[in-house]
């Protein structure tokens, strides 16, 4: 079903939110091709639009997307020929995406995805206990699941976060309490992840 512009499939995939919110991106890319070509904008400029006209389109609602190899892999692909295109890097020209993402002062996808997700994190543990989204976070469905492996979900992706960086959701409901120290923790946990570790 569609609830404020997101399809959710009964499985909690987001592959069908994730392929709109792509041509929606890629129509609001397109809007501005005039600029992407034009030599009287700088590329700072250029990235500030992309940014906040085409990033935020893509991303709306990520933060509660349930991710999957194949569909972070279609969001960064999007993202990087993006920033290619307004860097105007066109082959046989090659860059690597860590030099293009340094070039461009940008983040990967997934760590931009992953610090979205956080940020909301933040903010719904700073939610009355007895809130709906303080809830939800740590709700299980009754019934159970059908043989065989274990679907990702989005809870799992963040408890397997949570777990790698050795704290538990007490800590981190803690953490959550102090704005300025939650965004030191979203930091270190983002650039954790882009130093592979």
């Known amino acids: 079903f569609t609830y404020l512009g997101s399809t959710v499939r009964s499985d909690g995939g987001a592959g069908k939110d994730i392929k709109n919110h792509l041509n929606k991106a890629r129509n609001a890319f397109r809007m501005f091709n005039n600029v992407w070509r034009s030599q009287q904008y700088s590329t700072k400029t250029k990235l500030k639009l992309y940014q906040s006209c085409v990033l935020s389109t893509l991303l709306y609602g990520s933060e509660c997307w349930r991710m999957t190899k194949n569909d972070l892999n279609k969001l960064s692909v999007f993202h990087t020929k993006s920033l290619r295109r307004i860097c105007r890097i066109f082959w046989p020209n090659t860059i690597s995406n860590e030099a293009l993402y340094a070039q461009c ?19 719904v543990m700073r939610k009355d206990i007895d809130d ?16 065989g492996r274990p679907k990702n979900t989005w809870r799992r992706t963040v408890e397997k976060e949570i777990k790698d960086l ?11 309490q102090d704005r300025r120290e939650w965004k030191t923790f979203v930091a270190a946990l983002c650039a954790r992840r882009h130093n592979g570790q």
């Open 132 to 147: 709906i989204t303080r809830t939800a976070l740590h709700w299980t469905p009754e019934g159970k699941r059908k043989r």
């Open 166 to 176: 050795n704290h538990t959701w007490g800590t981190i409901q803690r953490l959550a």
């Open 105 to 123: 002062h940008q983040d990967s996808m997934e760590n931009i995805i992953m610090r979205r997700r956080w940020r909301w994190i933040g903010h």
